[in-house]
């Protein structure tokens, strides 16, 4: 056994004790003073009108992928258009075929009516 | 980087190109027979441009990817199954009235995942590669959306898949840690045999275990290759196979080859239990589909016997065996299809019976795809079989040989009591026949292919050799 690991064993270890006491410290010290409204779910929330566990439209599903799809490639343009200059025209071309690729899915979806709500 | 530098991976990116454009062409335009042929013409143009790869030097694709005599044969393989593939869906999907796009898309998707997996020659590419064809595969199981039992196959299909690739996945991490290195060249020169290595190299054992269908990893293969859509079985039977042996050739025997003696046993021990439970299992079953599932287990069996024998003529039987199996079980699965009822998906054996009275040319297609997957001598089966087990007496496996060959005569009950059902039973319903001209040349073409190749085994044998040179060196 590579002995060098046991740099990581005590890591995890720390890592666990600090957690452990950031749990235990308030307990111990924390003044107490429960309100009702300390017991909700989110404190300073709005009020749960009703339970979570419902029908909804399955299109809610299909708007969320492609809103992933298409916010991962926002992502990618971000890095890319910081070392554009470096990349020159080979980064040009690779991106717009990337762009080509998705705009392909994009014009798919809409013909195919993913992006209409009501049906 | 230049253009010159993606040439290696110029099939892959003309598969991706018709993929894409078979989606505008389904999207844009009102015919849906274009379909099928736009995805032809594309795997024609990827075979033409993978024949052109295979007259250049060897390439490598940023040492992620190689084009070599080894990836160009799996490449041609894969192809040529794409390419029957579409052709067997198309009169399925027409009367199904699916949505042909997304079908032939998705085909087409996983075919670049495939080819990629013989390519692969770093941990990622090939990690990439694997999640690629098999989410396109996972859809397809569950295409036929109002069986219930095609989305069952779906499901399970999901859920062990990427459990299968969580594990796969870990192996490759193991492997990392112990070796420093991703790509295959890297992980050769560091091999060892540390605990931390080999635990990579069982877990990456286990991953392809799964995907090729080795027992004890086996429990997804007869119900979602009974719920997937005929075509779609058919297709996932031989091309899955082929894509992830040819991963599995690569990294073990060719990779991980200096260390052989660490993996050899359990692959022996894996062949010897994939052979006989999954002969054994395909004895007792009624239903078509399931029967050809567990005997797709069993040829797994066979082809790790040669990856056991990790020789020369070992890895070459290996190859030559996939290129065989593609054509007879395809071939298989399209006489299921023809004579599928309509809903059903499926075709029991009492089916079949009387099927030479009725459709004489059908039934003599299935008697030769029968006897070749038994191994009778004048068919390509027999000699995809004798080489295997060739190569395990030369590497001194010799008890897995005679396990193999015992194991296969017990196969030959369940396959030719289908003969028998064809030709010596009377027909209780004459069977009606989804029988077109396209599914018919697909058939034409597996016929002509288990015939030819059992005539003249050794041009093809040639080609598998070109392609374990680059392998073995």
């Keep these: 056994m590579p002995y060098g690991y046991v740099w990581l064993l005590i890591m995890l270890g720390l890592a666990a004790g600090v957690a452990m006491m950031m749990m235990f410290l308030p307990l111990l010290l924390g003044p107490r003073n429960p309100v009702p409204t300390k017991y909700e779910p989110y404190e300073s929330g709005m009020k749960p009108f009703m339970l979570p566990r419902r029908r909804f439209p399955v299109h809610y599903y299909l708007v969320a992928i492609l809103f992933v799809v298409f916010d991962i490639e926002i992502l990618f343009l971000y890095p890319w258009a910081v070392i554009l200059r470096d990349l020159r025209w080979f980064g040009l071309v690779e991106m717009g075929v990337f762009l080509g690729i998705v705009l392909v899915g994009f014009v798919y979806a809409w013909r195919k009516g993913a992006l209409e709500w009501i049906r | ?473």
């Design chain 2, 1 to 473: 980087m230049t253009l010159q530098d993606f040439m290696p991976i110029l099939p892959e990116m003309v598969l991706l190109a018709t993929a894409v454009a078979v989606l505008m062409v389904d999207t844009f335009l009102g015919d849906k027979r274009w379909l099928t042929w736009v995805g032809l013409v594309g795997v024609l143009l990827a075979g033409a441009a993978t024949y052109w790869l295979a007259l250049q030097p060897p390439a490598d694709f940023q040492d992620m990817a190689a084009s070599d005599a080894y990836t160009a044969f799996f490449r041609l393989v894969i192809l040529v199954v794409t390419g029957l593939g579409l052709l067997m869906a198309m009169n399925w999907l027409e009367a199904h009235g699916e949505q042909q796009g997304e079908y032939n898309a998705l085909l087409l998707l996983a075919a670049i995942g495939m080819t990629l997996m013989a390519a692969a020659t770093h941990m990622l590419t090939l990690f990439v590669a694997l999640e690629l064809f098999s989410l396109c595969l996972y859809i397809l199981a569950g295409f036929e959306r109002e069986r219930a039992s095609s989305g069952e196959a779906a499901l399970k299909y999901l859920l062990l898949g990427a459990f299968s690739s969580a594990l796969f996945l870990y192996g490759i991490a193991l492997v990392y840690a112990a070796t420093g290195a991703l790509t295959f060249a890297g992980i050769a020169q560091k091999a060892s045999l540390s605990p931390l290595f080999l635990a990579g190299v069982g877990l990456l054992i286990v991953g392809f275990g799964f995907k090729v269908a080795a027992v004890p990893f086996h429990m997804w293969t007869p119900d979602v290759y009974q719920g997937a859509p005929t075509p779609v079985t058919a297709y996932m039977s031989v091309a899955t196979k082929a894509a992830a042996f040819a991963a599995f050739v690569r990294l073990f025997v060719g990779t991980l080859g200096v260390e052989k003696s660490a993996w050899v046993p359990a692959l022996a021990a894996l062949a010897v239990l994939t052979m006989v439970v999954g002969n054994l299992a395909a004895l007792s079953q009624h239903s078509l589909k399931r029967m050809l599932a567990y005997s797709s287990i069993a040829h797994a069996g066979y082809v790790l016997v040669g990856l056991a024998a990790a020789n020369t003529t070992g890895t070459a039987a290996v190859l030559f065996y996939l290129l065989v199996y593609a054509f007879m079980n395809l071939g298989a699965f399209a006489v299921v299809i023809a004579l599928e009822r309509q809903g059903e998906g499926d075709v029991t054996l009492s089916q079949m019976r009387g099927l030479a009275r009725t459709h004489p040319l059908l039934a003599a297609a299935m008697a030769i795809f029968m006897f070749s997957l038994t191994g009778v001598p004048p068919f390509a089966g027999f000699f995809g079989k004798l080489y295997l087990f060739q190569a395990a007496v030369q590497a001194n496996l010799t008890w897995l040989a005679v396990i193999g060959v015992i194991s296969s005569a017990v196969s030959a009950y369940y396959y030719l009591n289908v003969l028998v059902q064809i030709y010596m039973a009377d027909p209780e319903t004459p069977p009606t026949l989804a029988w077109r001209p396209v599914l018919g040349l697909a058939t034409l073409v597996a016929v002509v292919f288990v015939v030819g190749i059992g005539l003249f085994p050794d041009f093809w044998l040639q080609l598998a050799l070109g392609g374990m040179r680059v392998i073995l060196g």
